[in-house]
Each structure stands twice: as C-alpha cells, then as structure tokens.
C-alpha cells in the first residue's frame, strides 16, 4: 500500500459523477471557507437509480492526516451538508475494502488502485 505522502502528492481521482474537485465541494455544498482547508485526493459518486453515494479521500490542507467523507440521499435530495471528514487509518481501509463489504460498487476497484493495494499487502 502507498504511503500516505504518496497519496497526497499523485493527481487525485475522481470516479463516477464526480469529474474534480469542484463538483464534490458543489455537490456536498461545501463553504469557501472549507474548501480553502481541505484537498480532495479520491471521490467516488454513484447514482445508479434516483439515491446516489458518494465516497471520498482528503487532507487538510498543511497535515498529512489522511481523512475520509461520505454522503447518501435519495430522489428527494442531494448530498447538502454531509461533506464532514474523519479521520481513517489506512490499514484499516484495506481491511474494508478488501476483507469487508465496504466498496462493493462502482468505486471499489479504483479505490484499491489509487491506495496501491496489491495481494502481497
């Protein structure tokens, strides 16, 4: 698995709906002032019907403190308000994603990449 300065120094990712940086902080209405603070390094948003799921990776900015964010709704809303990260370790990230269900949708396999999980790890 990469290093957490690794992650932080490759071009981020974004998967599904999500084409940049941009459109995440648009999508979870993120305030300017936030998103002066944060980066977003990974950000996965599906919507196969009428809800959607979104799943991302972040920093704030000035740490290496690797931090995770998710949001759901269905057909009624978006993600409004629901942009709040938390801290994940990365051990524990492989472990759900390769020995959990979490990502079992469109982001799984780009998670996994963008993190360098191998078999060996």
């Known amino acids: ?17 999500f084409e940049n940086e941009s459109q995440v902080f648009g999508s979870f209405e993120v305030s300017d002032k936030e998103k002066a603070e944060y980066k977003i390094l990974f950000a996965s ?4 019907s009428y809800d959607g799921y979104a799943w991302g990776l972040c920093i704030k ?23 709040t990260p ?11 994603l390769t020995k959990g269900t979490f990502g079992d949708d469109a982001y799984k396999k780009e ?11």
């Open 111 to 121: 998670a996994i990449e963008f993190l360098g999980i191998t078999n060996e790890n």
């Open 86 to 96: 938390e801290p994940v370790v990365l051990a524990e990230l492989q472990q759900r």
């Open 1 to 17: 698995m990469k290093a957490p300065l690794d992650l932080i120094n490759q071009d981020p990712v974004f998967v599904g709906d």
């Open 61 to 83: 900015k000035g740490t290496a403190d690797l931090l995770e964010f998710s949001g759901s709704h269905c057909s009624c809303y978006g993600l409004e308000g629901q942009f």
């Open 45 to 48: 948003y599906d919507t196969p």
